[in-house]
C-alpha cells in the first residue's frame, strides 16, 4: 500500500525504526490539506503538502505508530495520481489538532474522524506523484 508521509516518515532512519520492510516510491505532493504543527505534525483543510510517497504493508504497524486507536491520529484513504503501474489510491494519517495543540480547524459537526471523511469526500483532495519519480 501506497501511504503519503509528511512528518518523521519521511526520513529513512526513522520510517526503518518503525517498519520492517518499506520503499520510498518518492517525492509527491497532497493538494487539499496543508501541514500544521502541533505536538505532532498534522493536516488542515486547504493549500498543499511536500512529502513522500512510501509503500509497506505493514498498514497495522503504521496505524500503532500514529496512534489511530487512541484516536489520535486518523487513516484516510485519497485518489493517488500517479504514471501507470501504481495504485490508484494513497493512504494518508491525520491528526486530531485538539489531542495535538495544533491550530486547525475542520469543517462540520461530530467526531474528528467524520469532518475528516466528509471534507475529503467534498474537497479534491489528492496526491501527485512527483513526476519522473520511480520505485
Same mark, same amino acid.
Given at each position: 500500500m501506497d501511504v503519503f &508521509?509528511?512528518?518523521t516518515l519521511t526520513e529513512p532512519d526513522r520510517a526503518?525504526? &518503525?517498519l520492517d520492510s518499506f520503499v520510498f516510491v518518492g517525492p509527491a505532493t497532497l493538494v487539499g490539506l496543508h501541514p500544521v504543527e502541533g505536538l505532532y505534525p498534522t493536516l488542515a483543510p486547504g493549500g498543499e503538502t511536500a512529502g513522500r510517497?512510501?509503500?509497506t504493508d505493514a498498514i497495522e504497524t503504521l496505524d500503532?505508530?500514529?496512534g489511530v486507536d487512541q484516536?489520535?491520529?486518523v487513516r484516510a484513504t485519497v485518489p493517488l495520481d500517479a504514471p501507470d503501474?501504481?495504485?490508484?489510491?494513497a493512504v494518508l494519517y491525520v491528526g486530531d489538532p485538539d489531542r495535538l495543540d495544533a491550530d486547525a480547524t475542520w469543517p462540520g459537526d461530530g467526531e474528528f474522524r467524520e469532518r475528516v471523511g466528509t471534507y475529503l469526500d467534498r474537497?479534491?483532495?489528492v496526491v501527485h506523484l512527483d513526476?519522473?519519480?520511480a520505485v
Open positions: &508521509v509528511y512528518g526503518g525504526e &518503525v510517497l512510501l509503500r500503532e505508530y500514529e484516536g489520535l491520529y503501474g501504481h495504485p490508484e489510491e474537497a479534491d483532495v513526476r519522473g519519480a
